[in-house]
């Protein structure tokens, strides 16, 4: 198992020289192909509400949407060539047979929405998305979602701040849940190259499944340096403490299943999902 196909799709934020770190921190360590993908509308469309509310289109107005879409890619383009070539990675045609890596490639998509997103990831090993970050581009968390839900594969998310390193020190926040089972799974590529894994549960959070005790034997005859921990909530929501014990482990990954509950219940509710996706500030590894 490895992690030699990564794709990152490309949007204007704050949060992309985070992803562009995360995803060639991640090329590093397993000599991967980064493709970073950005997707632009079918066609460009630009409507103005005019008198008694009728809705119109101007060619001038199409004009300028097509101009401003086509700055905005010529910058995002611009920033991963020069992220790319400024870190040493050789930039290749998408087409090329496959090459020893960290290699990267430029890829544009027309559709409508991100959609693109979910249908091209699942042909990665990962996507690395942004985490979101309140009041700034909304698409980040359509993307996100797009790509958890639609890919098939596992995500990782990129904190808003570049993280300095990855996968040395794993904390895996475990409920018993398939979701995270499948997230563990995905996750063993990193997991047999860490120095240290620690398997935490929260008391009193999750559903009927195996113990940490378990999950740390089982990752143990696999070669993984796994430990486990049982950790009391103390008032705490779950989120909330997986991110706790985490900082306090000096971990650089958070594995975690994503929306074991359903995602009306989560958004009622709350839930340790939407907490990590608001808060976390290592980098995280999802899938559902």
């Not at 469309?45 to 101009?67: D, F, I, K, Q, Y």
């Not at 929306?259 to 340790?272: D, K, L, N």
Request: aromatic share 6%.
């Amino acid at each position: 198992m490895t992690m030699k196909t990564i794709l990152i799709p490309i949007e204007e934020s704050d949060g992309l020289p985070s992803m562009l770190e995360t995803a060639l921190l991640t090329a590093q360590m397993f000599g991967s192909y980064v493709e970073g993908l950005y997707y632009q509308p079918t066609s460009a469309g630009a409507m103005v509400v005019a008198g008694e509310g009728l809705v119109v289109t101007t060619p001038e107005l199409v004009e300028s949407v097509e101009r401003q879409d086509r700055d905005r890619r010529e910058r995002v383009h611009s920033q991963f060539n020069n992220f790319m070539e400024r870190k040493g990675v050789s930039l290749i045609d998408p087409s090329a047979n496959p090459a020893e890596g960290p290699v990267a490639a430029w890829v544009e998509e027309e559709s409508p929405n991100s959609e693109i997103v979910g249908t091209r990831s699942r042909v990665f090993d990962i996507t690395v998305v942004s985490r979101p970050v309140k009041g700034a581009n909304i698409a980040a968390m359509s993307i996100l979602e797009a790509a958890l839900f639609e890919g098939g594969r596992p995500i990782l998310i990129a904190p808003p701040e570049p993280p300095e390193k990855l996968g040395e020190n794993i904390v895996i926040a475990w409920n018993g849940s398939t979701e995270t089972a499948r997230t563990v799974a995905f996750s063993m590529p990193f997991l047999v190259k860490a120095k240290a894994v620690t398997v935490i549960a929260i008391d009193g959070f999750g559903v009927a499944g195996p113990s940490t005790a378990e999950v740390s034997r089982q990752l143990q005859r696999n070669g993984i340096p796994a430990t486990h921990k049982d950790c009391a909530a103390l008032n705490r929501n779950p989120g909330r403490a997986f991110l706790e014990e985490a900082a306090d482990l000096g971990a650089d990954l958070l594995v975690k299943g994503a929306y074991t509950q359903s995602r009306v219940r989560q958004m009622i509710f709350g839930g340790a999902t939407d907490h990590i996706l608001s808060n976390a500030t290592i980098p995280v590894l999802m899938s559902h």
